[in-house]
C-alpha cells in the first residue's frame, strides 16, 4: 500500500464554486486526515452561517463508500463538516443497487468528481468470512456476498495475510460493480469527469492510505 499525495493541489471548498476536479478533492481529504490523525482537526464548515449556506442546496466534493464500523466515521476521519461529503455506509462497504444509486444522483445530480471506496483493517464484515464461522440473521447475506465475490475467491485460504488482502480485493470488487453496472458511472469516467480511487483506514494510527 502505498499513499499517492505528490502532484496534487490543495483547494479550498466553498458553497458557491462546487470543486470540479478529482485532484483537489482527493488532496483535500488526504490534509484533512493528516489533520485528524496528528489530533489537530479543524472541524470545519460547524458554523451556523454553513448551516443556512446548505440549507439552499448542497455540494459536497466526494463521493465516500465506507464501512459501517463505529470506528470509521468518514466525515471525522477526513477532518470535514456539513455538505463536505456524500457518504454511503455498509457493513464491508458493500454495494447493491440501492447504493450504487446513490452514487449515481451524487455524481449525476452534484456533479461529484470523486468516489472514495474506504476500507479498514480488521473488517468486522470481512473477518467474518474469512473465519469461516457461522452467522446468524441477516448477517449470513453479508457474508454470503462477500463470498461470491470473484476477486475474494482468488485469494489463497493458507496466505498468511488473508484477511488484508481480502480487504483489498474487496475494494476493487466494488470499484469493478460500480464500474459495470452503472452506465452512468462508466460515461462519466470515460469523459474524465470522474475517478474513482480505492483506500484503507489504519486503526491505530488514524491514517488513511491510497491503495494501487
Given amino acids: 500500500m502505498v499513499m499517492l499525495v ?33 489530533a489537530h482537526p479543524l472541524h470545519p464548515d460547524e458554523s451556523r452561517q454553513r448551516k443556512g449556506e446548505i440549507a439552499k442546496g448542497q455540494h459536497p466534493f466526494a463521493v465516500v463508500i465506507s464501512c459501517s464500523d463505529s470506528r470509521v466515521p468518514p466525515e471525522l476521519i477526513f477532518d470535514q463538516g456539513l455538505g463536505d461529503l456524500f457518504v454511503i455506509r455498509t457493513a464491508g462497504n458493500l454495494v447493491g443497487g440501492l447504493e450504487i444509486g446513490s452514487v449515481e444522483y451524487a455524481v449525476e445530480h452534484l456533479q461529484v468528481p470523486l468516489i472514495v471506496i474506504l476500507g479498514h483493517e480488521q473488517c468486522g464484515a470481512i473477518k467474518a468470512f474469512v473465519d469461516g464461522s457461522e452467522t446468524p440473521g441477516h448477517i449470513k447475506d453479508i457474508v454470503d456476498l462477500i463470498k461470491a465475490e ?39 469516467m470515460l469523459k474524465g469527469e470522474l475517478n474513482i480511487v480505492t483506500a484503507s483506514y489504519d486503526l491505530d494510527k488514524g491514517l488513511v492510505t491510497l491503495l494501487k
Fill in 6 to 38: 505528490t502532484g496534487l493541489t490543495a483547494c479550498h471548498h466553498k458553497m458557491n464554486q462546487p470543486v470540479i476536479t478529482e485532484n483537489n478533492t482527493l488532496e483535500k481529504l488526504l490534509q484533512g486526515n493528516n489533520r485528524f490523525a496528528a
Fill in 150 to 188: 470473484a476477486e475474494i475467491c482468488a485469494i489463497a485460504k493458507d496466505d498468511k495475510d488473508r484477511l488484508a488482502h481480502c480487504i483489498e480485493a474487496n475494494l476493487r470488487h466494488v470499484t469493478l460493480q460500480l464500474q459495470e453496472q452503472s452506465s452512468i458511472i462508466k460515461e462519466k
